[in-house]
Nanobody, 122 residues
Framework: QVRLVESGGGLVQAGGSLSLSCAASGNMFSINAMSWHRQAPGKRRELVAAISNGGNTLYGNSVKGRFTISRDNANNTICLQMNSLKPEDTAVYYC????????????????WGQGTQVTVSS
């Protein structure tokens, strides 16, 4: 079992910045990548960014150039630095743990944090 605990989030004005953190614990043997997803009211959950233990990253098109994902492997923690925030970034942000095979694509397991609210006012 893997436990994910998010922190950060809150309310910010458009153009501002926020940082999210996620700490993973438990049986991490099969985990070599983590990610952030978000879900706005009435919309499907979408991938925001993912990072592997080796440092490979990928970003959703809507956040490229504005968000940066980073990882502290020693502490099984990932962070999401969000800059130039827009009202459309408003959502609940979830941390996820998964696998990123060499030459392949990120695949999330069914391990999720409790979610943290990010609200961007216009």
């Amino acid at each position: 079992q893997v436990r994910l605990v998010e922190s950060g989030g809150g309310l910010v004005q458009a153009g501002g910045s926020l940082s999210l953190s996620c700490a993973a614990s438990g049986n991490m043997f099969s985990i070599n990548a983590m990610s952030w997803h978000r879900q706005a009211p009435g919309k499907r959950r979408e991938l925001v960014a993912a990072i592997s233990n080796g440092g490979n990253t990928l970003y959703g098109n809507s956040v490229k150039g504005r968000f940066t994902i980073s990882r502290d492997n020693a502490n099984n923690t990932i962070c999401l630095q969000m800059n130039s925030l827009k009202p459309e970034d408003t959502a609940v942000y979830y941390c996820n743990a998964g696998k990123w095979p060499s030459g392949g694509y990120y695949r999330g397991y069914d391990y999720w944090g409790q979610g943290t609210q990010v609200t961007v006012s216009s």
